[in-house]
């Protein structure tokens, strides 16, 4: 079992659609997890971050995080088609080390 | 505020040729640095990451090889490209809790 499962989508919403982006993990001891948005051919930029379990908002985009079922979400409400990228979460064990692992990446497109 | 400079931007190579692959980070000292490959299907792709000058921890065996030689500066190089060796590569300093910093990233083609 990988560590951390995505799915690749594609996912192709209208303009004003809801968005949920999802990923499970199996390592309970991550504590931190993170999305990033990765534009085509550049590289990855980080969009919300949160620790443990709960819900982090943050204009059109809420991070919600349950520890209990290993899963993550980011919900984009109002899709924009500058929304259009790839989502990849990210997450990592508490302490100093800074490695992440990264789910495979989401593939989102938001039509007009 | 910090930075990261990563360069070239795009390389094609042939097999066999050899690579070098430039990060710096400006505005932070003693950075953790960071190697990744992204290709198509498989996601990012740790390859090695650094803590400090001269400390190189490689995550996975292949033909790549890593260097710090300087606080800011992170190498990636190659003595013999392999065709496996195409992909994205992004370098990316992480000091916080969350997350990294990514630089723009090398799309390398061998051929």
């Known amino acids: 079992q990988k560590e951390v499962e995505q799915d690749p989508g594609p996912l192709s919403v209208p303009e004003g659609a809801i968005v949920s982006l999802n990923c499970t993990y199996s390592n309970s001891a991550f504590q931190y997890f993170m999305w990033y948005r990765q534009y085509s051919r550049k590289g990855p930029e980080l969009l919300m971050y949160t620790y443990s379990s709960g819900n982090k908002e943050d204009g059109r985009f809420t991070a919600q995080v349950d520890k209990s079922s290993k899963y993550i979400s980011l919900f984009i409400r109002d899709s924009q088609p500058s929304d259009s990228a790839t989502y990849l979460c990210?997450?990592?064990?508490?302490?100093?080390?800074?490695?992440?692992?990264f789910g495979k990446g989401t593939l989102l497109t938001v039509n007009p | 505020s910090q930075t990261i400079h990563q360069w070239p931007a795009t390389l094609v190579q042939p097999v066999g040729s050899p690579l070098s692959l430039e990060c710096t980070v400006e505005?932070?000292?003693?950075?953790?640095l960071y190697w990744y490959r992204q290709a198509a299907g498989r996601g990012l792709q740790l390859l090695f990451y650094?803590?400090?000058?001269?400390?190189i921890s490689s995550e996975v065996p292949q033909n790549l090889s890593a260097s710090r030689p300087q606080d800011r500066q992170f190498i990636l190089s190659s003595k013999k490209l392999l065709l496996s060796d195409s992909g994205f590569y992004l370098c990316?300093?992480?000091?916080?809790?969350?997350?990294?910093?990514f630089g723009s990233g090398t799309r390398l083609t061998v051929v």
């Open positions: 505005g932070t000292s003693n950075p953790n």
């Open positions: 990210a997450m990592r064990v508490g302490g100093s080390n800074y490695k992440l692992t």
């Open positions: 650094s803590v400090g000058i001269g400390q």
């Open positions: 990316a300093w992480g000091q916080g809790l969350y997350g990294y910093t």
